[in-house]
């Protein structure tokens, strides 16, 4: 790393995500104490190998990492394909289990995926930022979004899916897209979103929207989790009730 580019890093982001990080260790302790502390122990090692790659990162040129990204968007689609024909967890094939350890190849997605899109944007903006708004640009950029998009619905991971839309919407819209797609999106969205709901949607996804809405409608079974969750901060309020002192690490709760 060059000592300009040291200078110029975001300390304040650093600090912020290292403290959010190290509440979010503490809490997890405290709250998993009936259970001997596993998720607690595999948070710490995931956090080790997230700090790893974080060095790996911040050394790296972030230009090198862009023109490695299309090597990084194939091999991502190969593994949301080979996800596919791994064994279902809770109904969903998106985890590969490698002994105790397991991941989402959809989390990687969502990095290699924008890091490509952002290669492809600075390509077509090279020469004029107009571009971008030219249809057969866009269709390109929304066919390399589309297919990682597809197998990632197929799974099914909605809530991934969802905020790859986020991310695309963000990014085309800090590129300098016309105002009039824009519009045309927020209208298409407006109108699809109750015809999705109604027609696209399968019961369990449903069932998630329905119980985020009104968990008192399941308070024993899906809604469980939640009004746990609002006693917890209703009892605690915002300092808590101290550490390993939490009516609801009694319960085997897991918030996740």
């Given amino acids: ?9 975001e300390w304040g982001m650093l600090i912020a995500a290292i403290i959010l990080t190290v509440i979010g260790i503490v809490a997890l302790f405290s709250a998993t104490q009936e259970t001997g502390n596993e998720e607690f122990k595999k948070q710490i090692i995931w956090f080790a190998i997230s700090a790893i790659f974080l060095l790996i990162t911040m050394i790296t040129n972030y230009e090198v990492l862009v023109k490695l990204s299309p090597i990084f968007y ?10 596919l024909f791994t064994e279902p967890v809770n109904g969903a094939t998106s985890w590969f289990n490698i ?11 969502k990095i290699t995926v924008i890091l490509f899109l952002a290669l492809i944007m600075s390509k077509i903006q090279q020469k004029y930022a107009e571009n971008i708004n030219k249809p057969t640009r866009l269709l390109m950029i929304f066919a390399v979004f589309a297919i990682p998009l597809f197998l990632i619905i197929k799974q099914p ?3 991934t ?19 009039k797609y824009v519009i045309g999106a927020i209208i298409t969205l407006i109108v699809a ?3 999705i709901y109604n027609f696209a949607l399968p019961t369990h ?3 998630r929207i329905d119980i985020f809405l009104n968990p008192e409608s399941d308070p024993r079974g899906s809604g469980y989790n939640i009004i746990q969750s609002k006693l917890a901060i209703g009892a605690g309020q915002l300092t808590g ?4 002192k939490g009516n609801q690490t009694q319960l085997r709760l897991f918030i996740s």
């Fill in 193 to 195: 979103l109750p015809l």
């Fill in 1 to 9: 790393m060059r000592k300009r580019d040291f200078k110029n890093m």
């Fill in 157 to 159: 991971d909605y809530g």
């Fill in 241 to 244: 009730m101290g550490l390993l």
């Fill in 99 to 109: 002994g105790s350890f397991s991941f989402q190849p959809s989390e990687f997605a």
């Fill in 205 to 207: 996804a449903k069932k």
């Fill in 74 to 83: 194939i091999v991502t689609i190969i593994l949301l394909i080979a996800v």
């Fill in 161 to 179: 899916a969802m905020a790859f839309v986020v991310a695309i919407a963000i990014m085309l819209f800090t590129s300098g897209i016309d105002r």
